[in-house]
């Protein structure tokens, strides 16, 4: 799916889950969120679940239509955002993969420390040039996780944003989002909420 002229969407939905990490509903399934910025270098932004590993490869591939990725941006540790960087890591190798210390210190307890080789710390602000994209890094601490961060591409003005703002539900079904990307990914939180 094209976001712009080259962010494209590489993710994949889930109609098998039923409850979200165990306790949140999900008649509408869920999206694992993906995505691939071709330029000069190429950029893929996060990971999805492990259930859907060989999907997201070949969406992956497929997308790239030959080219290589140089970078993996991990913006969150989450196991739906990060639960293949190593299958990622074992099809690219030369990768280099950029995120915050802490995700890098929690990929090295989920992973082994001997996985990523090649390593970029995103620093508060960094930014980090693609060729036209110049992608921005901005710590978000504790949306979810601490470790997150979320990443501004200046050129097609678009924010990857980690697991704010987000919603469940699969991007094939038709449902409202504002409830639940308001102030939470909590739908049982949101359905029950008082209404401005």
Not at 106 to 116: A, C, E, Q, T
Request: proline letters at 5%.
């Amino acid at each position: 799916m094209k976001i712009t002229s080259d962010i494209l969407y590489v993710g994949v939905n889930d109609h098998k889950v039923d409850l979200f990490e165990g306790q949140y509903k999900v008649p509408n399934g869920m999206c694992y969120n993906s995505y691939l910025i071709l330029d000069e270098k190429v950029a893929v932004m996060d990971t999805v679940d492990q259930n859907f590993t060989h999907e997201w490869l070949d969406n992956l591939e497929n997308a790239l239509s030959g080219r290589k990725p140089d970078y993996l941006i991990v913006q969150h540790m989450e196991p739906d955002h990060s639960a293949n960087i190593d299958s990622f890591l074992k099809t690219y190798p030369q990768a280099t993969v950029v995120a915050t210390a802490k995700a890098f210190a929690m990929m090295d307890n989920f992973f082994g420390p001997d996985l990523v080789k090649n390593r970029q710390v995103a620093e508060n602000g960094g930014t980090l040039v693609l060729g036209r994209h110049t992608l921005t890094f901005v710590f978000a601490p504790m949306v979810h996780w601490p470790e997150v961060m979320v990443t501004y591409d200046s050129a097609d003005k678009v924010l990857f944003s980690a697991d704010a703002f987000g919603k469940f539900g699969a991007l094939d079904r038709s449902e409202p989002w504002d409830d639940e990307a308001r102030g939470t990914t909590s739908a049982s939180w949101a359905s029950t909420a008082p209404r401005p």
